[in-house]
């Protein structure tokens, strides 16, 4: 008997990237860049896609004539980069939604509640640079909604930043979300952030700040209540 160890399934000529997806496009999902794909990663493919995107960039290296040989600051780049992408700065695309235990409103809560600010980080989808923020939450809870604990609201913004988004995109990402999680009677989300693709390159101007708001339910029909919720996000800013 050999005792050369076994090819695991896994291995095989087609690179587990075009695997994932095709599994993708069997079901006729989107995988965007701001779109979460982890259930179409099957166990030990994440580290297979480590090693295959640490190939591609070495190539991408390779092309810009960076000498990844002799120069010790770059004989690992390629490795680095592929895991920052992939376990850290995009993981959001490729694990699945944070565990959130959710409680029931046993005291029929119904007033406002605003969490926040929230630290972001995220990165444009045009330039991969980095995208730096705050984000601001309220609340309007009914008899029938889930209360969550207060971690949690950073924990799914960090699960919905990690990927590559535009910003007006990413808050509409985390309000649906959270309109599923909570179920409130309203919802808003306010995002202020700095885009390193203006200060980095293109008009490098690092003073220009975006922000935006999405408004559902309640927040959206009653002005009086938007206006309360913006207002106090105005004395804490």
Not at 27 to 48: M, Y
Not at 86 to 97: D, I, K, N, P
Not at 166 to 190: C, F, H, S, W
Not at 201 to 217: C, F, P
């Amino acid at each position: 008997m050999s005792d050369s160890p076994k090819t695991p399934k896994s291995s095989s000529k087609e690179p587990v990237s075009a695997r994932i997806r095709s599994r993708i496009q069997k079901a006729r999902k989107r995988f965007h860049a701001n779109d979460n794909i982890s259930a179409f990663l099957q166990p030990g493919e994440l580290d297979e896609l480590l090693a295959e995107v640490e190939t591609k960039f070495k190539g991408v290296l390779e092309s810009l004539v960076i000498d990844t040989e002799s120069d010790h600051n770059t004989q690992d780049t390629a490795r680095r980069v592929a895991k920052m992408y992939l376990t850290e700065v995009f993981s959001g695309r490729y694990v699945e939604a944070p565990p959130v235990t959710e409680f029931p409103n046993a005291s029929s809560l119904n007033e406002l509640m605003i969490v926040g600010p929230i630290t972001v980080r995220s990165a444009c989808s045009h330039h991969f640079c980095p995208i730096m923020g705050r984000l601001w939450i309220g609340i309007m809870p009914n008899e029938h909604s889930n209360l969550i604990g207060l971690s949690k609201y950073s924990r799914l913004a960090e699960w919905v930043m990690s990927r590559p988004q535009i910003q007006e995109e990413a808050i509409t990402q985390m309000a649906e979300v959270l309109m599923n999680k909570v179920r409130p009677d309203g919802l808003a989300v306010v995002m202020e952030a700095d885009h390193f693709c203006m200060h980095w390159r293109g008009v490098k101007d690092n003073q220009t700040k975006m922000i935006n708001s999405v408004m559902r339910g309640s927040f959206l029909k009653d002005h009086i209540l938007r206006g309360e919720f913006l207002a106090l996000l105005n004395n804490k800013r």
